[in-house]
């Protein structure tokens, strides 16, 4: 822009970022963010005109460290300026922090597979945000099953290889077009037999669904429950799959109930994931410690985990 005063919106990650032009000098606005956008506002609306969220939020950060409050009250600071313009910052103190680390880490990052699939740093230097985990918790991880649930192109059940090189690691994708990438590279390279792709979906029952996206296939769902019934200690379930994750883990309470695993489960799709999913996991592990970390910093208000461990 060969200007000496100008303002350009520019698209990033989903916001119009404002960059001025001064005297041939351009300046990037990044304390300034337009459409602040939230695909998953309506549902998370009329859940709030609903309910009692005073008492909903009280018992949601109940027994969470301050990070995770600090993600809970930015998200409802966040939620009533959604589509309008915002001036701040988007993120929490954590995830300047947290962004700053993976810009770091990038400099050495060597992307696995690069010509197969391109996998977001972030997910390696913040373990999809099972970091901050006690180290007694992660070791204990290693060595025993990994149930990756909405493996998309693998490039989660690849950060699990990486950090529980022990474990086995069933990557589950019921999408044709995700599951080949996954058996694409594996043909490179199998992993030391460690990722097992598996062409079904989770949920709460043995069924057959249709699944559109681009195409319609049909889709096999199954239970951890079965899928797990005889085999040995499940230490870790990660679940992202669009709004399906509290009936997974309804799928999956003897399994719970049985392994005590580790559960790192996205919370952003749905209202009632958001916060009534850390009731149910206390139900059925009182002994449940919990905290909500970010898997990947994409989108301010979304890639929120909850993690039970």
């Known amino acids: 822009m060969n200007k000496l005063f100008g303002i350009e919106l520019i698209e990033k990650n989903g916001y119009k970022i404002p960059r001025i032009y001064f005297l041939k000098i351009s300046h990037k606005l ?30 949601l950060k109940e027994g969470l460290d301050e990070i995770s409050q600090e993600y809970i009250n930015h998200f409802m600071k966040l939620f009533p300026r959604i589509g309008k313009i915002y001036l701040g910052n ?10 700053k680390e993976c810009e770091k880490f990038k400099k ?4 696995p597979f690069e010509e197969i699939l391109q996998i977001n740093p972030y997910f390696y230097s913040n373990m999809y945000g099972l970091k901050d985990l006690p180290d007694e918790v992660l070791k204990n991880i ?18 699990f290889h990486h950090f529980f090189p022990d474990s086995t690691i069933n990557a589950f994708e019921p999408l044709s077009i995700n599951y080949n990438v996954i058996k694409t590279f594996l043909e490179k390279d199998n992993c030391n037999g460690k990722i097992v792709p598996v062409k079904k979906g989770l949920g709460i029952k043995e069924e057959t669904i249709e699944i559109k996206f ?5 889709a096999q ?3 951890l429950d079965n899928f797990y019934r005889e085999s040995g200690p499940v230490g870790l379930i990660k679940l992202d799959t669009e709004g399906f994750e509290s009936l997974i883990i309804k799928g999956g309470e003897n399994i719970i ?22 009731a149910k996991l206390k139900e059925l592990n009182p002994g449940y410690k919990f905290m909500i970390r970010r898997s990947e910093a994409v989108l301010p208000m979304a ?3 909850l993690i039970a461990y």
């Open 303 to 305: 890639d929120l985990v």
């Open 90 to 99: 988007i993120w929490t103190k954590y995830d300047d922090k947290l962004n």
């Open 108 to 111: 050495t990052f060597k992307q």
């Open 221 to 223: 769902i199954t239970t």
């Open 214 to 218: 681009n195409d319609t296939e049909m």
């Open 142 to 159: 290693n060595g025993k099953i990994i149930a990756d649930g909405g493996a998309l192109n693998g490039d989660t059940a690849l950060m």
């Open 30 to 59: 990044k304390w300034m963010k337009l459409n602040l956008s939230f695909y998953w506002k309506d549902v998370f609306a009329k859940y709030f005109k609903e309910n009692d969220m005073q008492s909903k939020i009280s018992n």
């Open 257 to 278: 109930k049985r392994d005590k695993p580790v559960i790192a489960a996205a919370i952003y799709h749905t209202p009632e994931d958001f916060f009534d999913l850390k």
